[in-house]
């Protein structure tokens, strides 16, 4: 039932590790984002994918690569980890038009140690 | 860039008391949308304002667009304890539908 779910809730990993995110929407919206939520809570847009395009990338690292199979699915991979990237990622769709309500996941709380 | 940007950043308050965020666009936004993250959750969606000078209510909520687009405010009137997280509101970035840009929120605390 759940509209857009993201897997794993919680990643511990350590320094350098690649680890992925996944996420799939069943909302059968055309936009799919990934969003960085940092400790103070601040919420960043990292990607946009619509329709399988990627069409914004807000100065991530190219450490960060994000993977659209098909548009009912937007994984996030993630090399060479480090300390910063230690914070909660939520995925997010919505449909463009004139209603753009997004809907998040439950975030993936990813600590780097 | 384009800017979202949202005041006072914590909030706290006595259970009863009123309460009010508001919001101020770098330029002018086509939509606002409202959202609250409860503590450990995530962003839900509240409400979008889309007309000049548009006024909504949601019970206690009461949710503004300013006439020039480029503010919004979010009032909560008597508030309970079931109100506390953090409110975030959010425009559509650099234009683009569907793509949001959001404030950095507005964490509301309301002791009992």
């Known amino acids: 039932d759940t509209a857009v779910s993201q897997t794993p809730k919680y990643l511990v990993t350590q320094m350098g590790n690649d680890k992925s995110i996944k996420c799939e929407q069943n909302?059968?919206?055309?936009?799919m984002y990934w969003y960085k939520q940092d400790s103070k809570k601040f919420l960043k847009i990292m990607f946009s994918y619509n329709n399988k395009e990627l069409i914004i990338n807000e100065t991530v690292p190219n450490r960060f690569s994000p993977k659209s199979p098909d548009k009912a699915h937007l994984n996030l991979h993630i090399n060479s980890l480090e300390l910063g990237d230690s914070a909660v990622y939520f995925c997010?769709?919505?449909?463009?038009?004139?209603?753009?309500?997004?809907?998040f996941g439950q975030g993936t709380r990813l600590t780097v140690v | 860039g384009q800017q979202v940007m949202q005041i006072p950043q914590y909030q706290h308050v006595q259970e009863g008391e009123d309460f009010t965020t508001y919001c101020n666009s770098s330029?002018?936004?086509?939509?606002i949308q409202w959202y609250k993250q409860r503590p450990g959750g995530h962003p839900v969606f509240l409400i979008q304002?889309?007309?000049?000078?548009e006024v909504k209510k949601q019970k206690r909520l009461t949710f503004q667009f300013g006439e020039a687009k480029k503010n919004s405010s979010l009032h909560i009137t008597a508030t309970q304890t079931t109100d506390v997280g953090t409110y975030f509101c959010?425009?559509?970035?650099?234009?683009?539908?569907?793509?949001?840009?959001f404030g950095k929120g507005t964490k509301l605390s309301v002791k009992p």
């Open positions: 330029t002018t936004l086509s939509n």
């Open positions: 997010a769709s919505s449909q463009l038009g004139r209603n753009t309500e997004a809907f």
């Open positions: 959010a425009g559509p970035h650099g234009g683009s539908q569907g793509n949001l840009i």
């Open positions: 304002l889309v007309k000049s000078g």
């Open positions: 909302l059968g919206h055309d936009t």
